[in-house]
């Protein structure tokens, strides 16, 4: 026993030195005394109010975000969360207090952000793509008391208890403001922008798993440890100077964890409320970004734009598209290469576990599948069912992963499988004999069809390869003879007609290449699959109708 406490002692202060030597690679880690001073700045208020603290100090008038009302910069935005969480502290906000934050990515969220951590309080992302009766739901469950909103969603806040304290946050008609909600922004007008006493505790965030599987649970994110960032910088070449384009929503973990390392590297980030493929060339051109942040539906409505259209923007500053929060299919890897280079990096995580692997360019290049290998401080291992360990190389089995931004458990008290300390990601996968791992598809999509196991990553990334269709998704059915048979959604690209004979010229495309199991008996042609606003599909929609 006093063997293994050795053993893992020995373990962790060698993941400690291997991580300041990362971020000090990174340029994150700089003079002894700036890093002491830095991590007592995060320590009073939390990682995200303390990175914005640190940029005032270090780049008072450097620029850290453009949306579309124009550039703030460091000291500006640092005084705004000052006035804001000024103004809540007048008005009750304090430690536990839970804000509730319906926004798109703007300078409001950004400052809602940092102003929770300098109240105290803790800050729920709440889902821009919620109905009324969910977004209700979840706010009462997490015990909101406060909801900082978009105006845009007023329609949504219907079913919000009406005590909820209510703050606009962006408003497209000034005007037309309802009676009894407060403007966010003249109240940080209004409130002087001196800086906040120490809160009794750091705020924190309350993040929401995407609900494909069900209603959406709450994930708290309480203060975490600096070196955690190096978990994105060992594999990914972020570095102090660069300007990034946030396309990723910022209350998903991929967009919060970009943005927040963005700050504490000094960048510039870009920031626009809707996503458009023309548009976000457009900025990475216009700001000669360095860095592009998304989700896989986000790039592959870029590339899906017409090449002269693609062309006319100079997107030859970017040096890392960053892609998360679902499988990337075979075709989009391949099709960033060819249209931007050697730039993909693609990571792997869950809200849970937060970081699992990294795919560099030159992975992706060998095998487009790959998820890549975990960064360091992330452990990753494949166990079977009965929560035996899998060492052979290519046997599929479930995902666990451990590390320190590894969450402690939802907030209703449950918590994923834990197997060694490690956390169930619900994934099935294999690594590889080099040790790169590949996710073959959710637990819980695992179809049974004649006794057979397919996983419908497999298919759809055989169908999604072809030029003629854009994407595909691949479900169960109930079967009598068989107990499920595999029925396919396919979205045509232009000029393709979606009649019998293309779903028999699939049909055969599968059969050519993959076992005879797993064939579509039924292929469907749709306009566009049901995705989430982080892109990840909703299979349970696909397989109710």
């Not at 803790?122 to 978009?150: C, H, I, P, S």
């Not at 009676?179 to 940080?188: A, K, Y």
Request: charge should be neutral; glycine fraction near 10%; hydrophobic fraction near 40%.
């Amino acid at each position: 026993m006093l063997l293994d406490v050795a053993k893992s002692v020995t373990s962790k202060a060698a993941t400690t030195v291997r991580s300041l030597w990362v971020m000090k690679r990174a340029g994150l880690v700089g003079r002894p005394d700036e890093g002491i001073r830095s991590l007592l700045t995060m320590h009073k208020y939390g990682p995200f109010a303390g990175v914005l603290a640190v940029g005032a100090r270090k780049n008072p008038h450097a620029v850290a975000l453009v949306d579309e009302a124009g550039p703030l910069t460091y000291t500006e935005l640092d005084r705004r969360s000052n006035a804001l969480a000024r103004a809540w502290a007048e008005r009750g906000v304090g430690p536990g207090t839970v804000i509730g934050a319906l926004c798109r990515d703007h300078r409001g969220l950004v400052t809602v952000m940092a102003a929770s951590g300098k109240a105290g309080a803790k800050l729920l992302l709440l889902n821009t793509g919620f109905g009324k009766q969910q977004l209700a739901d979840v706010m009462r469950r997490e015990g909101a008391v406060k909801l900082v909103y978009d105006q845009e969603f007023t329609r949504l806040l219907e079913a919000v208890d009406g005590d909820v304290e209510r703050y606009l946050a962006w408003a497209d008609d000034p005007a037309a403001v309802p009676d009894g909600v407060l403007d966010m922004e003249q109240l940080i007008a209004e409130t002087s922008a001196d800086p906040m006493p120490t809160p009794p505790r750091p705020g924190s965030f309350i993040l929401l798993t995407s609900g494909t599987t069900g209603t959406p649970k709450g994930a708290p994110r309480e203060k975490t440890s600096p070196i955690a960032s190096a978990q994105f910088l060992d594999r990914i070449p972020l570095r102090p100077q660069q300007s990034m384009f946030m396309a990723a929503p910022a209350f998903h973990g991929t967009g919060l964890a970009q943005l927040l390392l963005a700050l504490a590297l000094g960048n510039k980030v870009v920031m626009r409320r809707r996503f458009d493929a023309e548009a976000t060339l457009r900025a990475v051109a216009e700001h000669r970004c360095h860095v592009l942040v998304v989700v896989p539906t986000m790039l592959q409505r870029i590339l899906d734009l017409p090449a002269d259209v693609r062309r006319r923007y100079d997107t030859s500053s970017l040096e890392i598209i960053f892609s998360a929060g679902s499988a990337i299919p075979v075709d989009v890897v391949e099709r960033t290469f060819d249209s931007f280079g050697d730039v993909l990096y693609n990571l792997y995580g869950s809200t849970e576990v937060a970081v699992a692997t990294v795919a560099t360019p030159d992975e992706l290049r060998r095998d487009p599948r790959t998820a890549g290998r975990p960064p360091v401080g992330c452990s990753v291992r494949i166990y079977d069912h009965h929560g035996k360990p899998i060492t052979e190389p290519g046997k599929v089995g479930r995902i666990f992963v451990g590390s320190i931004l590894s969450f402690k458990g939802y907030t209703g008290g449950a918590n994923k499988e834990v197997v060694d300390g490690l956390l169930a990601t619900g994934d099935m996968g294999y690594f590889d004999e080099s040790g790169q791992l590949f996710v073959v598809g959710r637990d819980d999509d695992m179809i049974v069809s004649g006794g057979e196991n397919v996983y419908p990553l497999e298919v759809e990334n055989l169908l999604s390869s072809r030029p003629d269709v854009l994407e595909a998704a691949v479900v169960g059915v109930d079967d009598e003879e068989f107990g499920q048979r595999l029925r396919a959604y396919v979205v045509l690209a232009d000029g393709h007609p979606g009649d019998e004979a293309k779903a028999d010229e699939l049909r055969r495309y599968v059969k050519d290449n993959l076992a005879r199991y797993k064939v579509p008996r039924d292929v469907i042609f749709l306009d566009e699959l049901p995705r989430n606003a982080t892109g990840k599909l909703l299979r349970k929609q696909l397989a109710a109708r």
